[in-house]
C-alpha cells in the first residue's frame, strides 16, 4: 500500500496538516484537496457510470461491480448489500 512519509495510507481533503504547507499552492503539498479529474467518452454499449471513492477499486473487479450493479437495477439485491460488499472487501 502507498503512503505518504510511510504514515497515511490515503490522501484526504480535510485535516492530515503536517502533510500541507500552507505556503503553498494546494496542487504542490503531498496532501491535496484538487481532485483528479478525467474525462472519457461514453457511447451506447455504457450501462452504468459508478462515481465512487478509490477504495471500491482496491477492494472489488469492474466485473464483480457490474455484476453487483445489475442485481440491484434488476430488482434481485438491494443497495445495502452493494454497500456491504463494499465495505467487506467483495471479491477480487
Do not use: Y
Not at 474525462?39 to 455484476?67: P, Y
Not at 445495502?80 to 463494499?86: F, Q
Amino acid at each position: 500500500m502507498k503512503r505518504v512519509d510511510g504514515e497515511l495510507a490515503v490522501s484526504r481533503a480535510l485535516g492530515d496538516f503536517q502533510f500541507k504547507d500552507a505556503g503553498r499552492a494546494p496542487e504542490a503539498t503531498k496532501v491535496t484537496s484538487l481532485p483528479d479529474v478525467s474525462v472519457h467518452a461514453r457511447d451506447d454499449r455504457d450501462q452504468f457510470l459508478v462515481l465512487a471513492c478509490d477504495g471500491i477499486w482496491d477492494v472489488m473487479s469492474n466485473e464483480v461491480k457490474h455484476c453487483a450493479l445489475l442485481c440491484v437495477v434488476r430488482g434481485h439485491a438491494n443497495i445495502g448489500l452493494l454497500a456491504s460488499l463494499c465495505v467487506g472487501g467483495g471479491q477480487r
